[in-house]
């Protein structure tokens, strides 16, 4: 694996950790199930994305599938990716 790679990873990690507790937290201080939780998630993350890119939604949504299929090649099995 290439330095940008492992960076990309250990960048990645981080932020998966940092989220999904943060993600535990909030279910539990509003009194919802987790996957609940990860639907709040999941849509702000897209809003705030957007934003940022000053992008549409539709863009935006267009860039994560990118970044999905990318993700998948590099980290996931054949066998596991749809």
Do not use: C, N, W
């Not at 981080?14 to 990860?38: S, V």
């Not at 949504?61 to 990118?66: H, L, N």
């Not at 999905?68 to 054949?78: G, K, L, M, W």
Request: charge should be negative; charged fraction near 35%.
């Amino acid at each position: 694996m290439s330095q940008t790679k492992e960076r990309d990873a250990e960048i990645g990690q981080d932020f998966y950790l940092q989220l999904r507790r943060i993600t535990e937290r909030l279910a539990k201080r509003h009194g919802i199930e987790l996957d609940r939780a990860a639907d709040y998630l999941l849509a702000g993350s897209v809003f705030t994305a957007a934003d940022i890119y000053e992008a549409s939604i539709d863009d935006t949504v267009e860039v994560i599938r990118e970044i999905a299929a990318s993700v998948q090649v590099d980290e996931f099995p054949a066998e596991t990716r749809h």
